[in-house]
């Protein structure tokens, strides 16, 4: 069982840049995928970028040419980079983590508590 926290996340304005992290403990982080999601008031939680245990890296479109997903194993942490901000983005984000073979099942693998992500002039 892999333990996940966030950070990172706060209030930024339009245009702005924030960086999520998300550390991991409890098992090799290495043979995981890790990938985070948003989940705004009132809308059902999303996928927005994720990372597969062998580097290969998928954007949902909106968030392309924006978002910058990786991970730094020596630290067992993955980071979210976000520039470009726009209202939209604001939501709650969560990190997960999961076996390559589980990207679909939701219900599989381990979550972080989640971090706001407020963007607003």
């Known amino acids: 069982q892999v333990q996940l926290v966030e950070s990172g996340g706060g209030l930024v304005q339009p245009g702005g840049s924030l960086r999520l992290s998300c550390a991991a403990s409890g098992s090799i982080f290495s043979i995981y995928a890790m990938g985070w999601y948003r989940q705004a008031p009132g809308k059902q939680r999303e996928l927005v970028a994720y990372?597969?245990?062998?580097?290969?890296?998928n954007y949902r479109d909106s968030v392309k040419g924006r978002f910058t997903i990786s991970r730094d194993s020596a630290k067992n942490t993955v980071y979210l980079q976000m520039n470009s901000l726009k209202p939209e983005d604001t939501a709650v984000y969560f990190c997960?983590?999961?076996?390559?073979?589980?990207?679909?099942?939701?219900?599989?693998?381990?979550w972080g508590q989640g971090t706001q992500v407020t963007v607003s002039s």
């Open positions: 990372i597969t245990s062998g580097g290969n890296i």
């Open positions: 997960r983590a999961f076996r390559d073979w589980e990207l679909g099942l939701t219900g599989l693998g381990s």
